[in-house]
């Protein structure tokens, strides 16, 4: 994804700027507050073009049949505090690591929650949790959130992770991420899918479905085995803290 400016300079020592968050791209520079310091041009300067591009990362792949790491989150919207013990009575749980700036994460939003709707309609559960940390991405702090949750209408409950060792036990790496986990019985769930939403990214032109998503969710609400092979999610990199180890 690239933000394209067409700037005239004498000369530039690299065509690309690197940004720390994906979400600097979507924002311009006057909004910031950032005035660029003037270039001194003369008559024989060029046009160039520059290239802002945004931070991306893919979802690695984490064994099938792991099973769901423990966690204990509060809920900004509601104070409400939730467990995994608290989804023992549901036959699938989805877990899904997003967050609010990240352009990944805007693309699919309002169709994320309408597939949550249908799906949770038909008896599956649903977290989402965002474990960015508010240190260097004060718009992911719980304020924010419950205004996200609410202007949405979020119809799971949307968690704030501030130690990220529940990110780190999942495995996870980027917004949005996907887990897909199914319950027989007694036994504790295990992963099924990990996966993306579909093929849609921001500004690829490919209409958001939720394909691959559904169809695993409709083959662990209907009994059936989930394919193995699956496309891993694109998104943002989750935002660690400052000095966070792994």
Not at 122 to 128: D, E, H, Q, T
Not at 237 to 242: E, F
């Amino acid at each position: 994804m690239a933000l394209r400016l067409r700037l005239k300079v004498s000369s530039i020592g690299s065509p690309f700027l690197q940004l720390g968050s994906s979400a600097s791209a979507a924002c311009s520079v006057s909004k910031l507050g950032f005035h660029p310091p003037r270039l001194q041009l003369n008559k024989n300067s060029h046009p160039i073009r520059l290239f802002v591009r945004a931070a991306r990362i893919e979802s690695k792949g984490v064994t099938l049949g792991f099973r769901t790491p423990q966690f204990q989150l509060p809920e900004p919207l509601t104070g409400t505090t939730w467990t995994l013990d608290d989804f023992e009575a549901y036959p699938a749980l989805l877990v899904m690591f997003i967050c609010n700036h990240c352009p990944f994460v805007k693309h699919l939003k309002k169709d994320i929650v309408k597939l949550t709707k249908f799906y949770m309609e038909k008896g599956l559960a649903v977290i989402a949790i965002s474990s960015n940390s508010v240190a260097t991405h004060p718009q992911d702090g719980p304020e924010f959130m419950a205004e996200d949750a609410k202007l949405f209408g979020y119809p799971f409950p949307y968690l704030y992770e501030e130690s990220q060792d529940v990110a780190q036990h999942f495995g996870a790496v980027c917004t949005p991420e996907f887990y897909l986990f199914k319950k027989d019985g007694r036994r504790p769930f295990e992963l099924v899918y990990h996966g993306q939403f579909d093929d849609s990214r921001p500004s690829n032109n490919v209409p958001v479905t939720g394909r691959d998503l559904s169809l695993a969710i409709d083959r662990v609400l209907s009994g059936q085995p989930v394919p193995s092979e699956q496309k891993p999610s694109v998104g943002c990199s989750i935002k660690w803290h400052p000095g966070k180890k792994f």
